[in-house]
């Protein structure tokens, strides 16, 4: 197509729109149409595209007028504006606005809130679209999936993610579909999510596993498309410490700071009071925050930011009445000695990097640290008036950790995840029996015309020794070989297990790097490689999305937006983030990771718990059981 010829007029009378040729200072009526000016320079001059290009290139037309975008890019680049920046759509349709787009643009349409609405949606289609041709006919992705509801919203959201390993071996997840839903019974989820892929060009018989909470109608639909279910661990162990918290002496003290919370997010004077009395000991750390009963880590956060400013709180008097005693301080420090592994577990699992196989291994790693943890802090003699609160906490954190690492590894599906991962595969975490397991159900899915899969690229590794490497090597285990005749897969498994007793990778090296340098010696495995290993251990994507939809409508200015809507700007987010990974691709930076898309950050959504109950943003599977 050929460009407007932006480059040939000097001057436009912006009143009546019309343009001066530079060739022969013709005044030449454009409206809002540009290609007006260049049918005039290729019909009056006779001039080709080519000639156009070597005026514009010339050194007469320095000073000639510049019109670089076209109105349809314009036009995006707004949509794109609202659709990113949480701004309500009729602002378009101020004055000043209009007066600030006429400046830069002064041929550009203005549009109203319906155009940009209109916009929104089709770009959403666009990305959808992309979608499909990017993943359409993929048949091992990971179906990655959240609900949300919102009483002022009135409507319940349902998130649909995807994922998958790219041929670079970078793990992604994308998001392909938001909706509405009536009715959040499996039989009726199962409808919607296939209506919903359906809009993307997917299908449901695409993805061939779920990682999601605990909630029994997303364990139900699951057990419908008869495909394995991987709890989301960082909603494990936020279960496992609502639970251990429950005890009377914890939980006074966490309700006495969410009181000191309460108040100082009320009151911007008393914030602004406490901040200078912490600058007085180069206190800078942030201040006490109201949280979720459903957010990750709220609790530790609290507790810690609390315990950060006791000097500041006790130094106000309007906080004399909820001051701490020294055995509730000294069992707050315990506590959260404690839970700083959790937290720093759970964080690692929030990772868009972290694997499903890496569920089972840190999980019996935590559960190692707290025993030792504990051990310490009861021996502790600055501990001896509390001891018993302590060793009560700790047992029941114990406990209920111990539950639901037996629960996760009750989980058909995990021991292969462990074995076609060369830090976990073989190691003591599971015995000779389990292992064996492992390989038959992984040969199971194999027949002797498997062929090799995609070829991956190399990519980089960095291995370093750590802790988890000296307690996944404690106590090899060894596998017996099968006597009877073996297939091709099965001599790969041979050659596999032989190749990890001998030199384990490192715990924080990547395991695609291993299966990229492999693959020609292990075709089929690898396969399963390029499958398992795009797990994720968690389902924190689509927290972080539906972090994005809070903050959309938090903003009282939207109290009007239907769920098409929502829906439409949280994908077009993803689009942008779509193309951001894109670009990276064509460019990647060799001291930085791609951190995936442009879904919101866990951290940046304090805010908007600060003001709102735990009514008004509720994860429909965030207090879920398993």
């Known amino acids: 197509m050929v460009s407007p ?9 912006i009143v009546k729109k019309e343009a001066r040729c530079s060739r022969c200072l013709t005044w030449v009526s454009y409206k809002h149409n540009t290609s007006v000016l260049l049918n005039h320079m290729l019909t009056a001059h006779g001039l080709s595209y080519q000639d156009l290009c070597k005026i514009r290139n010339s050194q007469d037309c320095k000073n000639d007028i510049v019109m670089t975008t076209t109105n349809t890019s314009m036009r995006n680049a707004q949509a794109m504006f609202f659709a990113t920046c949480n701004i309500p759509f009729r602002v378009v349709e101020s004055p000043s606005y209009r007066e ?9 349409p203005l549009t109203n809130a319906n155009a940009v609405r209109d916009d929104i949606y ?34 319940t959201l349902y998130a649909i993610l995807a994922g998958y390993m790219d041929n670079r071996g970078l793990m992604l997840q994308q998001l392909v579909g938001v909706f509405d839903v009536k009715s959040s019974a499996a039989v009726d989820l199962h409808q919607d999510f296939i209506t919903e892929l359906k809009s993307s060009g997917l299908s449901l018989n695409q993805f061939g596993s779920m990682v999601s909470d605990g909630a029994s109608n997303l364990k139900a639909l699951a057990d419908r498309l008869k495909i394995p279910k991987l709890h ?29 919370a309460r108040k100082l997010n009320k009151s911007g004077t008393l914030r602004i009071q406490i901040r200078k009395l912490a600058q007085f000991s180069n206190n800078s750390s942030a201040l006490p925050q109201s949280y979720s009963k459903t957010r990750w880590n709220g609790v530790v956060d609290l507790l810690m930011t609390t315990k950060n400013h006791i000097g500041s709180l006790a130094s106000s008097p309007d906080f ?17 000695q404690l839970l700083e592994p959790v937290k720093i577990t759970s964080t690692r699992f929030e990772a868009r990097s972290s ?39 700790g047992c029941k954190l114990l406990k209920c950790l111990d539950n639901r690492i037996a629960s996760v590894g009750e989980n058909s599906i995990v021991p292969q995840l462990m074995l076609i991962d060369p830090r976990f595969s073989y190691s003591s975490l599971l015995t000779d029996e389990q292992w064996k397991g492992a390989e038959e159900k992984l040969l199971a899915e194999y027949d002797d015309s498997t062929v090799a899969g995609p070829l991956l690229l190399p990519v980089s590794s960095k291995s370093k020794s750590c802790s988890m490497d000296v307690f996944l090597s404690s106590g090899q285990q ?19 297990r032989n190749q990890i007793k001998e030199s384990r990778l490192s715990s924080t090296s990547d395991p695609m790097a291993f299966w990229s340098t492999n693959e020609a010696k292990y075709p089929i495995l690898s396969q399963s490689a390029h499958k398992f290993l795009a797990i994720p251990a968690s389902s924190a994507s689509s927290e972080r999305l539906f972090s994005s939809c809070g903050r959309i409508l938090a903003n009282r200015l939207r109290n009007r937006m239907q769920p098409e809507t929502c829906s439409a700007l949280l994908l077009v987010q993803a689009k942008s983030g779509m193309e951001k990974l894109e670009a990276w691709r064509e460019n990647p930076s060799a001291d930085q990771e791609y951190e995936g898309d442009a879904l919101d950050d866990e951290e940046d959504d304090e805010h908007i718990y600060s003001d709102q109950s735990d009514d008004e943003i509720n994860p429909i599977g965030g207090s879920g059981d398993c």
């Open 122 to 155: 089709k770009m959403n289609n666009t990305y959808r679209a992309q979608i499909s041709e990017k993943i359409g006919n993929r048949k091992d992705l990971c179906l990655i999936t959240d609900g949300w509801s919102s009483s002022k919203a009135e409507f």
């Open 5 to 13: 010829a932006w480059c040939l007029f000097r001057t436009k009378n």
């Open 100 to 108: 600030y787009i006429t400046m830069l643009r002064p041929d550009f």
């Open 355 to 393: 694997q499903a196989s890496e569920s089972y291994p840190y999980l019996k790693f935590l559960k190692h640290q707290l025993t030792e943890l504990l051990d310490t802090i009861l021996k502790d003699p600055e501990n001896k008036s509390i001891v018993e609160q302590a060793k009560s906490f």
């Open 478 to 496: 060894s596998v017996s070989n099968n006597g009877s005749q073996k297939s091709k897969a099965t001599k790969e498994i041979e050659a596999y």
């Open 232 to 260: 989301c661990c960082s909603h494990i162990l936020h279960l496992v410490v609502s639970e251990a918290i429950t005890l009377k002496p914890i939980h006074s003290i966490i309700e006495k700071a969410k009181l000191i």
């Open 320 to 336: 004399s009445s909820m001051l701490f005693t020294g055995n509730e301080l000294r069992l707050m420090e315990v506590v959260i």
